[in-house]
């Protein structure tokens, strides 16, 4: 079955997109940037990634690319508003980017392999793209592997229906603990693989995470996907909702979504 983005570009999707920086997203790699480095960045989304990566390879050239031209058109002004001139955003294909053959020092990808149905594909085409000695770093979460508490009948319906359209999209969610895997499979002679955490338990992060995966169960293209597939019914994305809403409201919230990292090189 062609692959499909489980969550679309729904406003509850973005919101998270636009919330993420190289700090909390990309901390793996930010050490091993230098000024002057020339950036690929895979699906860029609204872009708040890669303006962050061009402040830090500056003068360097970062080009960001992702398939929706309104998260592009998106990346493009708040790259203007944020008068960031070393970035460029680009409509493109993650599995034929269109650019030669070692054009960068760092292709980078941040929650992309999860989603793409041939996901070695990919990794050996961004691998042509850097220099002899650059790098591809990848970052993905593993919502298998999601800690949630208190649990709820709500949010076992959620990582139940999730994981299974993920699935039927062509989609790996539990991509996170597969990236080095697929970068060996890819042929990296070097893969450097470790992990990080996202963490919500504060009022303030529950309200956040707790609200858009709310927003999310009835609106955006997760719901639509559930309902179209028959993985759910809409009394199975309601209660989805209300799990989200009582975690959000509940002082004793806690989860953990655990990430793999990859930086892959040769």
């Known amino acids: 079955m062609p692959e499909r983005y489980t969550l ?14 190289a700090a909390n997203s990309a901390a793996y790699l930010v050490p091993h940037l230098r000024e002057g480095m020339n950036v690929l960045d895979v699906g860029a989304g609204p872009g708040t990634i890669t303006v962050d990566l061009a402040r830090l390879v500056y003068p360097g050239k970062v080009i960001g690319i992702d398939a929706s031209e309104a998260v592009v058109a998106e ?5 203007e508003a944020q008068g960031v001139d070393n970035v460029e955003f680009r409509v493109a294909d993650a599995y034929a980017p269109g650019f030669d053959d070692g054009s960068f020092d760092v292709v980078h990808a941040h929650q992309v392999l999860q989603h793409l149905g041939r996901p070695v594909e990919a990794l050996r085409a961004w691998r042509g793209l850097v220099s002899p000695d650059g790098i591809v770093a990848a970052r993905d979460c593993d919502y298998v592997g999601s800690i ?5 009948e709500g949010l076992d319906a959620w990582r139940d229906t999730y994981v299974r359209l993920s699935r039927h999209n ?8 597969r990236l080095k895997s697929w970068a060996q499979e890819a042929g990296f002679t070097e893969v450097e693989a470790g992990a990080s955490v996202w963490c919500w338990t504060d009022q303030p992060t529950r309200d956040w995470w707790g609200g858009l995966w709310a927003d999310r169960a009835v609106e955006s293209e997760y ?9 759910g019914d809409r009394a199975a994305l309601d209660l ?5 809403l009582g975690w959000r409201d509940d002082d004793s919230g806690w989860m953990v979504m655990p990430h793999g990292e990859i930086l892959a090189r040769g």
């Open 8 to 21: 679309g570009h729904h406003e509850s999707v973005l919101r998270s997109h636009r919330w993420r920086t």
């Open 75 to 79: 990346a493009s002004r708040l790259a």
């Open 148 to 152: 949630v508490f208190p649990d709820s």
């Open 170 to 177: 062509g989609g790996n969610p539990d991509a996170g603990r």
């Open 223 to 231: 719901a639509s996907g559930v309902l179209a597939t028959g993985i």
């Open 240 to 244: 989805v909702r209300e799990g989200w």
